[in-house]
């Protein structure tokens, strides 16, 4: 059993490559105080909820950066709170219990259910994936064995089972899409002879096509090739890249999406295996309208608003996306961005006193549904975790000078004509409107260096409250028109008040 202390390379200026790797230790230490031993098997650790679904998805996170940090050579025991024999222990423990509770295991979770086999289970492992071979030099061979029937499981039932989905509006799936393709690729080449390879192949090269995939893209592809793709199939993307997902104008997703691409790039350099054909096919052009819509401290400007707690979920995948910016797109905006996040994530962490991540702001979310609020700290621990992982093995080299290459041309505006989607951005500030917002109409003025003014709930809209337990607007009509230096739209919404006491009223 061979330890794996892996080096790290002077890419980065040290103060923050520091800073990172502090914050992702005091939450070990933290995190390492709320592991649940499994009833009856003390061998057996988690974090969070221990459930089947996303309490098994919060598990895996949870893992990976018990793994970075156990294995790093700079690991302090002092901040982390334990020796790095018993955080490798506990690490063990928690991956023990995913094997247990899989479907291929004896055992089931919490909630006397098993995880694994659908159309979203392998996105944990995907986020995790490199706790994998981390921990897999110190498993017996039946263990490792164990784990390896465990993926290929979750690959067959994908291959067997998870049908390609796309669609502007209905069946909007290029996330899932983008990371079953991922996992399909990745164990056809991590356990060769395992899968049908010309079948694997054949599965993600259509999931490929129905991810980053838009109007104009599908008019390139044989019509013979997308009937036999599935049916009822469409472009995910708008041609101005727009997505239209959770029933709204969604910038988070697609930052999910972004990261989804380097995920898997990350993971193919480090075993040296080829990408599959179109990995990145519209990757630059989904990236210059995150860009658009990045303050310059990180934080991602949601026009269209949100559903979600904010600069959270979407917000710690955004992180990703900065690397495969970097280093895939040669885009050195993306340097800024990595420079300005660590201070945010400072000034929340002094508010929370407790190495938590958003112990404060999310009191109550974990007083009412602690099972989401532990996915939310997993989500940022897995994103600090891989920024440390893909750092020190020199897999990326975000905030290294960049080679000559081509910018991208930043774009100062942007416009979606299905959501009546409006946005300008000058050296100044950050303008938009959109009529098919998460909560329309929502329009937002900000500041370009002020990002905690950002607002989008209700934001500049008009509001009508009455007295039933759902206030909201439907949209009626809307146009508009624009010009190099603004633009101008009018629409017409319906308020409405539902759930009132009285019955049917």
Same mark, same amino acid.
């Given at each position: 059993?061979?330890?794996?202390?892996?080096?790290?390379?002077?890419?980065?200026?040290? &103060?923050?490559?520091?800073?990172? =790797?502090?914050?992702?230790?005091?939450?070990?230490?933290?995190?390492?105080?709320?592991?649940?031993?499994?009833?009856?098997?003390?061998?057996?650790?988690?974090?969070?909820?221990?459930?089947?679904?996303?309490?098994?998805?919060?598990?895996?996170?949870?893992?990976?950066?018990?793994?970075?940090?156990?294995?790093?050579?700079?690991?302090?025991?002092?901040?982390?709170?334990?020796?790095?024999?018993?955080?490798?222990?506990?690490?063990?423990?928690?991956?023990?219990?995913?094997?247990?509770?899989?479907?291929? %295991?004896?055992?089931?979770?919490?909630?006397?259910?098993?995880?694994?086999?659908?159309?979203?289970?392998?996105? %944990?492992?995907?986020?995790?994936?490199?706790?994998?071979?981390?921990?897999?030099?110190?498993?017996?061979?039946?263990?490792?064995?164990?784990?390896?029937?465990?993926?290929?499981?979750?690959?067959?039932?994908?291959?067997?089972?998870?049908?390609?989905?796309?669609?502007?509006?209905?069946?909007?799936?290029?996330?899932?899409?983008?990371?079953?393709?991922?996992?399909?690729?990745?164990?056809?080449?991590?356990?060769?002879?395992?899968?049908?390879?010309?079948?694997?192949?054949?599965?993600?090269?259509?999931?490929?096509?129905?991810?980053?995939?838009?109007?104009?893209?599908?008019?390139?592809?044989?019509?013979?090739?997308?009937?036999?793709?599935?049916?009822?199939?469409?472009?995910?993307?708008?041609?101005?890249?727009?997505?239209?997902?959770?029933?709204?104008?969604?910038?988070?997703?697609?930052?999910?999406?972004?990261?989804?691409?380097?995920?898997?790039?990350?993971?193919?350099?480090?075993?040296?295996?080829? &990408?599959?054909?179109?990995?990145?096919?519209?990757?630059? &052009?989904?990236?210059?309208?995150?860009?658009?819509?990045?303050?310059?401290?990180?934080?991602?400007?949601?026009?269209?608003?949100?559903?979600?707690?904010?600069?959270?979920?979407?917000?710690?995948?955004? =992180?990703?996306?900065?690397?495969?910016?970097?280093?895939?797109?040669?885009?050195?905006?993306?340097?800024?961005?990595?420079?300005?996040?660590?201070?945010?994530?400072?000034?929340?962490?002094?508010?929370?006193?407790?190495?938590? =991540?958003?112990?404060?702001?999310?009191?109550?979310?974990?007083?009412?549904?602690?099972?989401?609020?532990?996915?939310?700290?997993?989500?940022?621990?897995?994103?600090?975790?891989?920024?440390?992982?893909?750092?020190?093995?020199?897999?990326?080299?975000?905030?290294?000078?960049?080679?000559?290459?081509?910018?991208?041309?930043?774009?100062?505006?942007?416009?979606?004509?299905?959501?009546?989607?409006?946005?300008?951005?000058?050296?100044?500030?950050?303008?938009?409107?959109?009529?098919?917002?998460?909560?329309?109409?929502?329009?937002?003025?900000?500041?370009?260096?002020?990002?905690?003014?950002?607002?989008?709930?209700?934001?500049?809209?008009?509001?009508?409250?009455?007295?039933?337990?759902?206030? =909201?607007?439907?949209?009626?009509?809307?146009?508009?028109?624009?010009?190099?230096?603004?633009?101008?739209?009018? %629409?017409?919404?319906?308020?409405?008040?539902?759930?009132?006491?009285?019955?049917?009223?």
């Amino acid at each position: 059993m061979r330890p794996h202390l892996g080096p790290l390379p002077a890419l980065l200026p040290a &103060e923050h490559a520091r800073r990172y =790797f502090h914050r992702l230790q005091r939450w070990v230490r933290t995190a390492r105080r709320e592991l649940q031993t499994a009833p009856d098997h003390r061998a057996l650790r988690y974090y969070g909820s221990g459930e089947s679904g996303w309490g098994a998805q919060t598990a895996q996170k949870a893992l990976l950066a018990f793994a970075v940090v156990a294995t790093d050579k700079q690991y302090d025991p002092a901040i982390a709170g334990a020796s790095r024999d018993e955080l490798l222990g506990e690490a063990l423990a928690m991956l023990r219990y995913l094997l247990a509770t899989h479907m291929t %295991g004896p055992l089931a979770c919490v909630d006397l259910a098993k995880w694994g086999h659908t159309w979203i289970s392998v996105l %944990g492992m995907e986020r995790a994936y490199p706790a994998l071979r981390l921990l897999e030099p110190y498993l017996p061979a039946s263990e490792r064995e164990q784990l390896i029937d465990l993926q290929l499981s979750e690959a067959r039932w994908i291959l067997e089972h998870y049908p390609v989905k796309a669609g502007l509006r209905q069946n909007n799936r290029p996330e899932s899409n983008l990371w079953n393709a991922a996992f399909l690729w990745r164990m056809l080449h991590r356990a060769p002879g395992g899968l049908d390879a010309a079948r694997v192949e054949e599965k993600v090269a259509a999931l490929i096509r129905h991810g980053l995939s838009t109007p104009s893209s599908f008019s390139a592809i044989d019509p013979a090739q997308l009937a036999a793709d599935g049916p009822d199939l469409g472009p995910n993307f708008y041609d101005s890249f727009a997505l239209h997902h959770h029933r709204y104008l969604n910038l988070g997703y697609i930052a999910i999406c972004l990261s989804q691409l380097a995920l898997l790039h990350y993971d193919c350099r480090e075993q040296q295996w080829p &990408e599959p054909p179109g990995w990145h096919h519209h990757g630059r &052009e989904v990236w210059e309208l995150l860009r658009l819509c990045t303050f310059p401290d990180g934080r991602l400007i949601r026009v269209g608003g949100d559903t979600r707690v904010r600069y959270a979920y979407c917000q710690d995948y955004h =992180f990703l996306s900065w690397h495969y910016a970097h280093d895939v797109l040669h885009c050195p905006e993306a340097t800024g961005y990595y420079h300005g996040w660590i201070d945010l994530l400072e000034r929340e962490e002094r508010a929370n006193r407790s190495g938590a =991540f958003v112990s404060e702001r999310c009191a109550a979310l974990r007083a009412a549904a602690p099972g989401y609020y532990y996915r939310l700290e997993a989500d940022r621990a897995v994103a600090l975790g891989l920024n440390r992982y893909w750092l020190r093995e020199g897999l990326s080299s975000l905030g290294e000078a960049l080679p000559p290459a081509p910018p991208l041309i930043a774009p100062e505006r942007w416009h979606d004509a299905t959501h009546g989607a409006y946005v300008r951005r000058t050296p100044r500030g950050i303008l938009s409107w959109v009529w098919d917002a998460a909560e329309p109409p929502q329009g937002l003025i900000a500041p370009i260096h002020r990002s905690d003014l950002a607002e989008w709930q209700a934001n500049l809209g008009g509001e009508v409250t009455g007295m039933g337990r759902r206030n =909201f607007q439907e949209i009626e009509a809307f146009h508009g028109m624009e010009w190099s230096a603004g633009f101008a739209t009018a %629409g017409s919404t319906v308020h409405i008040s539902d759930g009132w006491i009285t019955e049917g009223q």
